[in-house]
Nanobody, 126 residues
Framework: QVQLVESGGGLVQAGGSLRLSCVGSGGSFSYHAMGWFRQAPGKEREFIAGITWTGDNTHYADSVKGRFTISRDNAKNTVYLQMNSLKPEDTAVYYC???????????????????WGQGTQVTVSS
């Protein structure tokens, strides 16, 4: 089955930008909706952004709407998360995940995703 590897995290100042990448190997997620989640220390994992298999529809958590953009390139088996105007509260480990079920339907629930990457750390300083 496909394995997911996130990259692009790091330390940035508030107001800065980062672009996260999620690359699949050992298989393809071209026929799956995909999502980005994040988890801060002591907090539950939360949904950030989702994208359908064709990229025709996206959905964002209110906390990141207007600042983050999810996109995908199925030919490269890659999903991206462009993060602008970063805030200290964005500090977390960010995970990409492959959604199960209907590929044209998005979900904010972790249980609807069956494959997860190891995560990449994003730290935003003030």
């Amino acid at each position: 089955q496909v394995q997911l590897v996130e990259s692009g995290g790091g330390l940035v100042q508030a107001g800065g930008s980062l672009r996260l990448s999620c690359v699949g190997s050992g298989g393809s997620f071209s026929y799956h909706a995909m999502g980005w989640f994040r988890q801060a220390p002591g907090k539950e994992r939360e949904f950030i952004a989702g994208i359908t298999w064709t990229g025709d529809n996206t959905h964002y958590a209110d906390s990141v709407k207007g600042r983050f953009t999810i996109s995908r390139d199925n030919a490269k088996n890659t999903v991206y998360l462009q993060m602008n105007s970063l805030k200290p509260e964005d500090t977390a480990v960010y995970y990409c995940a492959r959604k199960t079920g209907r590929r044209d339907v998005l979900s904010i629930w972790s249980d609807d995703y069956d494959t997860w990457g190891q995560g990449t750390q994003v730290t935003v300083s003030s």
